[in-house]
Every structure is written in structure tokens, then in C-alpha cells.
């Protein structure tokens, strides 16, 4: 028996697991374990330690610093739980030897439940009326008559005054103890996770508030084939006090009796109940006592913990998607350094113009009045004619909320009469452009500036740079994801901080033109940082090289160790600064460069200045080959951009709500959310359009972002329009035909089908084109 408590958790238990999880060696964890102790962030490890890590990347970098922080927190539990354990003097070699063989939080707790203290119960009131003798005896005496038995055990004192009250102590007893038993529990819980079904029912009396749900009225599915969107959706309807959700089996196994999951309890634990009426006393009393253990001990707390589980893995998933679409998005192609025309539409209240130059200064506003009431459509063309004159406007940037369409008619109309100005209209997404104006952010940029007339400066410098933009606004505004507000906020809030800082580093920050918001995404920097460079960049001037970083208040060794290699300055004194060579390299390329018997600026840049020379001759004890490869590519290619090139779609003219939509139509739009379930595409028409995930390909879709990501330009055809619930199907099979589907049909893949029109592909309509209606019904934005 153990007598003494540990101190510490064991580190090197951690890496081991890591390493196995990573498929990696220990000693590459080690080293990035220590890495991230020291301060290091992840985009800089991927950079330029690839020597200390072995070269992992940034994904695997990602996910070992997450399971890190589990890894501890399981560690920080068991060593806790092993302490309470040996103060209680009840730790046993073989109860160690469990604990530390736990590999999850709940293998863990459930270890740790005889010994947790619980507050009174009803097993621990009888146990103090003497009955877990009684208990002992019924399980131990095969041919007892438990009835007979507990008549030696009555106790008026503890109100057991008959053997009825007696045998009900000792159900209660026994039913605590197997609910505690470890191994029952994970046996239980793999049984239910692979046979289980979660069932959803209407609340009596909800179904017209919760019209929104009726998919879900009476619905039933295998907890191992519930996507998390669906898994979102049926708990948001409990949340909102319309659905009922509980855990069986099948059907048929739950109609059985005895069920199946009393029998299996008895089975596991050999107690031999019997059922029906030949059962014999003891056989009775024992089935009694596993239906007991299910329905009140067992059932309840895996309906939580399994409906928890559920919820938590559904969690995860949409917070990886909207992760994903969020990438997607920041590393949208930019329009780059052009003089914009920014239209924030409306009707009522005016368009809201504003002018920007390359530099995204800017540097003039505007409200025009072109619809109801005042209709000024020619003094609005006259204002936007002068304001891309004035300015030397080539883009101009309109928001695709209410009125787009409107204004971009507008617009081409306008363009028409300026054939050779060389001016180009694109819509742009305003999604948390509003959130932008108001935010305090935005009222320090332009304090005299109103907030109606900032949506249309961020809407005209997202187009020319949707990273820097972006980053202003709050993940969750920017629209990308699903059920974004169901799920646990500070791991969606991590989840995204950590895309922002990988986008942000991967493309690089010039830091003199750089505001103080992206700044703070630099590795290294954070936003007191930040305002100290953009104030000293004020006050003293532009950085002519990165070592007058330095001179940055609080902006320290480590921080520019961290920040100096994704900061860059463009036109200063040293070439190599408006690279990603990071200056403790510098070095390095004064090698290079007297090997080749010239300077820095008249190889930089050059495709074939390296040509013949091998990057294993420039490595040394600090920087090894793949440091000395990332230098040759930086040297050829300065400070490249890994977004793509920019490109627009085009909406068709005559497209403009959703009443004109015909099915059959082909229609060019973008991405604007990817779904586990399919695509969002903006085709123009105020209302994005679904393509079913089974609509993405001819090919077989495991995964949506497969095929398309947000910011992406596509092809579609129209399938089924459905006006007044404002929802479209769209295919990107072009060749598909569409057909009238029954009413109420319902699909292999589970959903029923209200109405629309399916693909006469029989593999397409197995998946689930007749999933459309259902998956509109599931997303929630």
C-alpha cells in the first residue's frame, strides 16, 4: 500500500505520448515542449527552428502546443487524484497501477468515484443502518431467499422496521457500488457509443414556438453516424426549451424485456438474475437490482456524460471549420497597393462612398441619395464620377448587404460612360464591417469620422488587403463558420486567435504602413507593443532598418527575436529586411554573397543569382540545411506573398433578388462559408444559395474543403428555389438534371425531403441532394 503523495507531474510521460500521438521522436517534443516554456510562439518555431525540432510544421506544431495543455491538465488530475487517494489510506499496487494506466480524463474520474467525496446518499445512510452485510450475504449465498434474509437485519432506530425497507438499503448499496465500478462503466459506455441512438422529441405544447425544429420533432440516429452539425442544431432546440433528447438502443431492443442493458449489466458482473415468473427469489431480486442500477445510477449519468461528449466532439469540429474558412478568408488573393472607391449600400439612409489611395489612407468621404425616396441617381453619378477622378480611382469596393445589387447596377451604368478610365466594380463581403465602425478600434482611427461612413473605408480596404482589414474586426463578426455561437467560446476564441497569428506571420507585416492591430498578430508582439511602434513610427518617423526596432519602447531581445524575421521594411537601408531572412541569419548570406564576390542588393531578388551553389556549404553549428534552403528561396523571391492572385466573380445582370432565379440557370459566384454538409455560394441575389456536399463533384466529397474553400470563384447551377423559407439549391455538376421530388420522401442518408427537386444521379441522390431542405433547416448563423 502506498503511504506517501508525488509533487510533481511526470513532463517526461507527456513528451512520450505526444511523441506517439505525433508519430514523432521524443526528442523533437522535448525540444518544442522547451521552445514553448521559453515563450516561443508557433509561427516562429515553424520559421526558424527548424534545425531544433526537426522540421515540424506549423499543423503538427499546432496540435502538439493543444494536446500539451491536455496532457498537463490529465497529468495535474491524476497526480491530484492519487493524493486524495493515499490521504484517505485506501491506495492499493493494483489501484496505482489503473490510475497510471488512465489515458483520459473520464477513465480517470471513473477510477476515482468510490474514493470522490460525495455528499450523503442513500447507499451511505443504509450502510450506516448496518445493510451492506445484507448486501453481501444476497450476493454471496446463490440459493438465499433475500426476503428471508433481510429479516435479520431490521433496525427501528434507522427507520428499517421491515425487510422490505431492508432489501431497498441494500439495492441501494449494491447499485452505488457497481456505478462506481471502473470497468463496468467503460464497458457500458463503448456498448452505447457503438450501439446507442440519441432520440429527440417535441415538448409537449412547443411545437408552434418551435416550428423552427420540427425536423426534429421525432428523429432518431446512431450516436457514431451523428454529424456535428445536426448534433448542434438538436441542442440548440433543448437549449431553447423545444426538444426532449434522451439515449437508447434501437427500437425494437428497447422495447425488450427484460433490456438489454439490464441484461448486460448482470452479465458483466456474473450476478445471475433471472427475469419472468419462474425467477426465483434471489434471481428476481437481482434482476430487480440491475434494472435499478440501469434506470437510476447508469442511464442518467451517461445520457449527461454521453450528451456532453456529443456536444463537446461537435464543438471541436465546428470550431475546426470555421477555423478552416477563416484561413480561407485572410489569405483571400488582395487587390494590392490601388486607389479604392468604398460603397457602403443602403437605400433609405443613402450610400455610404469612401475614397482610399494605395496606401489604404484615407482621403475622402461622401453620401449619395441614388433610390427611394430622393432618387438622385444623377447627382449621385456625378459624385462618384468626381470622386474617381479626383482620386485616380482604379477599384471600386461594394458591399454586398442590402442594396447591392442596386448599387453595383448603378455603378456599371456609370462605368459605361468611362469605357477607357480602366476602372473595375467588384462586391465585396461587408460581413463585420458594422461591428468595425463601432468598435472603439475604429473610433480612435476616425474619431471625427461617422461610424455609417467607416463601414465603407473598411469595406474599400479589404479588397485591397482582406488580411489587414480583417484582422480589425472580431473572428466571430466575419460570418465563416456554423453555430459559431453555440459553442464553447474560449476554444473557438483560441482556436481563431491562433489562424489570425499563422495568416498574419505566414504572409508577413510591413511595419511602417502596418496598424497597430495587425501588428499585434506578429509573433512575438502583443497590443501594448504594437501602439509603442505605431507611436514611435509617429514620433520619429519610418524604421529605415529592423535594429531601429530596438529602439521601440519595452520592445526588448526576446521580442525581437520573436517578431524581427515577419516584420518587414521595404526601401530601407538593408535589402535583406524586407525578407523573411531573420537577422540572426544574416550572417549566413554574407557567406553567400562574398562566395559569389558581390553585395546583397545585386543578387536579391535575382531568379539564377544562386545558381551552382549548394546550401550545405553555407550551414554551420547554428543554422543547418533547411534554414540555408528557406535563405536561397527568400534571397530569390523577397518577401513573397503566399496568397493567391486576385481574381473576381462576375453576377449576372438581370439577377438581382431571388424571385429571378429560374432552376437550370448557371450562375458564377463565391464561397461564402464551407459547412460540413456542402458550400454557401453569393450568386448575387441577397441570399446565398447551398451546393449540397453530394452536389460538389461528380466524384465522391469526404470533405467539402476538398473541393472548395471560401473566397473562391465558382460555377453553378441553379436546382431548386424555394422562395418564401429564401432557400436555394445549387449544384456544381453542371451536367446534373433536376427532377420534382415527393413530399415527405425520404432520403437513404436519413433526412426527409418537404419539397424541390433531387438529381437523377442515383449515387448523388444516395447521398442526399433531398438533404438540401434539411441542412438549410441546420445551419444557423
Not at 382 to 391: E, Y
Not at 395 to 412: F, M, P
Not at 638 to 651: I, L, S, V
Not at 757 to 766: F, K, L, M, P, V
Request: proline share 4%.
Amino acid at each position: 500500500m502506498m503511504e506517501t503523495t508525488l509533487e510533481t507531474i511526470d513532463e517526461n510521460r507527456i513528451i512520450e505520448q505526444l511523441a506517439t500521438e505525433l508519430n514523432v521522436r521524443p526528442q523533437q517534443v522535448a525540444a518544442t515542449v522547451e521552445l514553448l516554456n521559453d515563450g516561443a510562439t508557433v509561427p516562429f518555431i515553424a520559421r526558424y527552428r527548424k534545425e531544433v525540432t526537426g522540421g515540424l510544421d506549423d499543423t503538427v506544431l499546432r496540435h502538439l502546443e493543444v494536446r500539451l495543455v491536455y496532457l498537463r491538465e490529465l497529468e495535474a488530475r491524476r497526480l491530484a487524484i492519487i493524493n486524495s487517494i493515499v490521504e484517505q489510506g485506501k491506495m492499493t499496487d493494483e489501484l496505482m497501477a489503473q490510475i497510471q494506466a488512465a489515458d483520459s480524463k473520464q477513465r480517470l474520474e471513473d477510477l476515482y468515484a468510490p474514493y470522490k467525496p460525495k455528499r450523503r446518499t442513500r447507499a451511505q445512510i443504509a450502510k450506516e443502518a448496518g445493510l451492506e452485510p445484507l448486501a453481501d450475504e444476497i450476493l454471496n449465498t446463490p440459493e438465499c431467499d433475500p426476503l428471508v434474509l433481510a429479516a435479520n437485519y431490521l433496525n427501528p432506530e434507522h427507520k428499517i422496521e421491515d425487510a422490505k425497507t431492508a432489501l431497498d438499503g441494500a439495492r441501494d448499496i449494491l447499485a452505488e457500488r457497481f456505478s462506481e465500478n471502473a470497468d463496468l462503466l467503460a464497458d457500458m459506455r463503448d456498448y452505447l457509443q457503438k450501439s446507442g441512438y440519441l432520440y429527440s422529441k417535441v415538448i409537449e405544447g412547443k411545437e408552434q414556438e418551435g416550428d423552427n425544429f420540427r425536423d426534429w420533432f421525432d428523429f432518431s440516429e446512431t450516436i457514431r453516424t451523428l454529424p456535428s452539425h445536426r448534433i448542434l442544431a438538436l441542442l440548440r432546440g433543448r437549449t431553447q426549451g423545444v426538444l426532449d433528447l434522451r439515449i437508447g438502443l434501437d427500437p425494437e431492443q428497447d422495447a425488450l424485456t427484460p433490456h438489454p442493458c439490464i441484461e448486460r449489466i448482470s452479465n458483466f458482473l456474473e450476478l445471475k438474475a433471472e427475469y419472468g415468473v419462474e425467477a426465483s427469489p434471489r434471481g428476481k431480486w437481482l434482476g430487480e437490482l440491475s434494472r435499478w442500477t440501469w434506470r437510476v445510477k447508469l442511464l442518467p449519468s451517461f445520457e449527461t456524460e454521453i450528451i456532453t461528449q456529443l456536444r463537446e466532439k461537435a464543438e471541436e469540429e465546428a470550431i475546426s471549420v470555421f477555423a478552416a474558412n477563416l484561413k480561407d478568408l485572410l489569405l483571400a488573393a488582395p487587390a494590392g497597393p490601388k486607389a479604392v472607391l468604398g460603397l457602403d449600400p443602403g437605400i433609405r439612409t443613402g450610400v455610404k462612398v469612401a475614397a482610399i489611395d494605395a496606401t489604404g489612407k484615407l482621403l475622402e468621404t461622401a453620401t449619395i441619395y441614388p433610390f427611394e425616396p430622393r432618387r438622385d441617381v444623377a447627382g449621385s453619378i456625378n459624385t462618384l464620377l468626381a470622386l474617381i477622378a479626383k482620386h485616380q480611382i482604379e477599384l471600386i469596393a461594394i458591399g454586398n448587404g442590402t442594396a447591392s445589387r442596386e448599387t453595383e447596377k448603378l455603378v456599371g451604368d456609370l462605368l459605361k460612360s468611362i469605357p477607357d478610365a480602366g476602372v473595375k466594380k467588384i462586391v465585396v463581403s461587408e460581413a463585420g464591417a458594422s461591428v468595425y465602425s463601432a468598435s472603439e478600434l475604429a473610433a480612435k482611427e476616425f474619431p471625427e469620422l461617422d461610424v455609417s461612413l467607416r463601414g465603407a473605408v473598411s469595406i474599400a480596404r479589404r479588397l485591397q488587403d482582406p488580411l489587414a482589414e480583417l484582422v480589425k474586426i472580431e473572428p466571430k463578426a466575419i460570418g465563416v463558420g456554423q453555430y459559431q455561437h453555440d459553442v464553447n467560446q474560449r476554444e473557438l476564441a483560441r482556436s481563431l486567435d491562433a489562424v489570425i497569428e499563422d495568416c498574419v506571420n505566414a504572409v508577413g507585416v510591413d511595419v511602417n504602413t502596418a496598424s497597430a492591430a495587425l501588428l499585434s498578430r506578429v509573433s512575438g508582439l502583443n497590443q501594448s507593443l504594437a501602439q509603442n511602434i505605431v507611436n514611435h513610427r509617429d514620433l520619429h518617423g519610418r524604421f529605415n532598418n529592423r535594429k531601429a526596432l530596438m529602439d521601440v519602447s519595452r520592445f526588448g531581445a526576446k521580442a525581437f527575436e520573436q517578431a524581427a524575421g515577419f516584420l518587414r521594411i521595404n526601401g530601407g537601408d538593408n535589402p535583406l529586411d524586407s525578407s523573411a531572412v531573420h537577422p540572426e541569419a544574416y550572417p549566413v548570406v554574407e557567406r553567400i554573397v562574398s562566395k559569389l564576390q558581390q553585395d546583397v542588393k545585386s543578387i536579391i531578388g535575382q531568379k539564377d543569382a544562386l545558381k551552382g551553389l549548394s546550401p550545405a556549404d553555407f550551414t554551420d553549428e547554428k543554422f543547418g540545411i533547411p534554414t540555408v534552403r528557406d535563405i536561397f528561396s527568400e534571397i530569390e523571391k523577397p518577401g513573397r506573398d503566399p496568397r493567391p492572385e486576385f481574381k473576381t466573380a462576375t453576377f449576372k445582370e438581370g439577377v438581382e433578388t431571388i424571385d429571378d432565379l429560374v432552376v437550370g440557370m448557371i450562375l458564377e459566384g463565391v464561397v461564402t462559408n464551407v459547412a460540413n454538409f456542402g458550400a454557401f455560394v453569393d450568386i448575387g441575389v441577397h441570399q446565398d444559395g447551398l451546393v449540397h456536399i453530394s452536389a460538389l463533384s461528380d466524384t465522391f466529397v469526404k470533405d467539402p474543403r476538398d473541393v472548395v474553400r471560401v473566397g473562391q470563384t465558382v460555377k453553378v447551377k441553379v436546382q431548386e428555389v424555394d422562395a418564401p423559407r429564401k432557400r436555394i439549391g445549387l449544384t456544381m455538376r453542371l451536367n446534373d438534371e433536376s427532377i420534382p421530388v415527393k413530399r415527405g420522401e425520404v432520403r437513404r442518408d436519413g433526412s426527409s425531403r418537404h419539397d424541390g427537386r433531387i438529381r437523377r444521379d442515383a449515387n448523388a441522390s444516395s447521398q442526399g441532394m433531398g438533404a438540401m431542405a434539411a441542412a438549410f433547416a441546420k445551419l444557423k448563423r
